[in-house]
């Protein structure tokens, strides 16, 4: 990867990634290779973190819990997810996003099994939840290894494309409640596992580590002293906001979406889960369209018109939630808005952050997971209450206005490695 300005040499800590001089960037078939490759492990890593919303009324029926103790299960893996992501951030910098994804990979079968062999204890189904938030974690290990595959100039390209592994969660919806109803409710936890596993396997076997240059002063306590610094810095504060919103919003609309559909409508849960998938869906390839309009015109007017729609698709919902067409309408707005959004929030991150890029992709993704931990919850407890989810949707649609002023107040890119580096190096030693 370059750095961005021609003539520059490479900055410290940054993989080498040459392109024809006078001409374009153009990937090579291993680059296309590993993008594909980590793009569907990671898809169904991600499957296994949300599968328990579309099998969520299945559960609660057979567990006979209320409301409230589904909402905590299906937020379970949210939460942990969240918090691992930084951790995983600082791991995949210091080791490499191929290594750190793999482990991520090959532990994720576990909690599908516990969840397949004890599905009618409920304290299990915590406790494998739980663990099922390393599959989630898994998002800031995969940044890391795709951008180490591609330059500045295409990396909005590429991590949309990445971020199509929210498409697992697509699969999981239109799957996973046809396999419970026919085989039965064990079934969709076996078949995921054996998935996730194969995954782990054709990973390792089809992508290599592009090997990263560190700075001679490079140290094991410099790496984790760094994380803490970019948490309280200011330009980390813009992402992780859009990331906690349109991301946490697209988890959390998704994952209590056929609850509220088989609530407000009396249709099928299966029935529920495939309007989810289309959700899923659209969300899912606006990723794409966000990530490369933002090469071409950078991410801050693709910012603002989305969280614009996000506002507006929000309120809509809040009045009109129990009108089919309105809530039709209204959830689509919301998937095209979330979806360009997450994009262009990543391109957004990989224009601020060089070396550091998994460390601030791991608090930007915690942000966002955390942004889908405390929506279902809310959506729970408020689901029998006067207001139904009437203040819910009000309260996203104030949170995307709140976005809507800071990407208005976005100032034009520094990254923070590079200014970091200069603030170092200007101050005198002692």
Do not use: N
Request: net charge positive.
């Amino acid at each position: 990867m370059v750095s961005g300005f021609k003539g520059q040499p490479p900055l410290a800590s940054e993989p080498v990634k040459d392109s024809p001089k006078g001409g374009q960037w153009s990937a090579s078939r291993a680059d296309r290779v590993a993008l594909g490759v980590v793009t569907l492990a990671t898809g169904l890593a991600f499957a296994g973190w949300t599968l328990l919303g579309p099998l969520g009324p299945g559960l609660q029926r057979q567990l006979r819990i209320d409301d409230t103790r589904l909402g905590l299960l299906m937020a379970m893996p949210v939460l942990m997810g969240s918090t691992l992501r930084l951790p995983v951030g600082v791991l995949a910098d210091r080791f490499g996003g191929r290594r750190t994804l793999a482990a991520l990979l090959a532990i994720t079968p576990l909690p599908l099994v516990l969840m397949g062999l004890y599905q009618h204890s409920y304290m299990v189904l915590v406790a494998a939840a739980v663990l099922l938030g390393v599959a989630g974690s898994s998002f800031a290990a995969g940044v890391r290894f795709v951008e180490t595959h591609f330059p500045k100039q295409r990396q909005g390209f590429a991590l949309g494309i990445y971020g199509m592994a929210v498409g697992g969660t697509v699969a999981t919806a239109l799957v996973a409640p046809r396999l419970a109803h026919r085989f039965g409710l064990s079934t969709p936890f076996f078949v995921l596992a054996a998935a996730a596993a194969l995954a782990c396997a054709i990973f390792l076997l089809l992508t290599s580590e592009i090997p990263v240059k560190r700075s001679a002063g490079s140290t094991s306590a410099a790496t984790s002293a760094s994380l803490p610094r970019l948490v309280k810095s200011r330009k980390m504060f813009p992402s992780s906001l859009f990331y906690a919103v349109t991301f946490g919003g697209f988890i959390a609309c998704f994952a209590y979406m056929p609850k509220l559909l088989v609530s407000e409508f009396g249709i099928t849960p299966t029935i529920g889960a495939t309007w989810a998938a289309g959700f899923a869906a659209l969300s899912v390839g606006a990723r794409v369209a966000g990530g490369t309009l933002s090469d071409r015109v950078g991410p801050r007017p693709v910012l603002r018109l989305s969280f614009v729609a996000i506002v507006a698709a929000a309120g809509g919902l809040a009045a009109g939630y129990q009108h089919g067409s309105a809530l039709l309408a209204a959830f689509s707005a919301l998937a095209l808005a979330f979806g360009t959004a997450a994009g262009a929030t990543m391109k957004l991150l990989a224009q601020q952050f060089d070396a550091e890029l998994g460390r601030a992709a791991g608090v930007v993704g915690a942000a966002g997971g955390l942004g889908g931990f405390v929506p279902p919850l809310l959506l729970a407890t408020m689901a029998d209450s006067a207001s139904g989810y009437t203040l819910p949707f009000l309260g996203l649609s104030a949170m995307a206005g709140v976005c809507l002023v800071v990407a208005w107040r976005l100032e034009p890119r520094v990254p923070i490695a590079r200014a970091a580096r200069v603030a170092k190096e200007a101050t005198p030693c002692h």
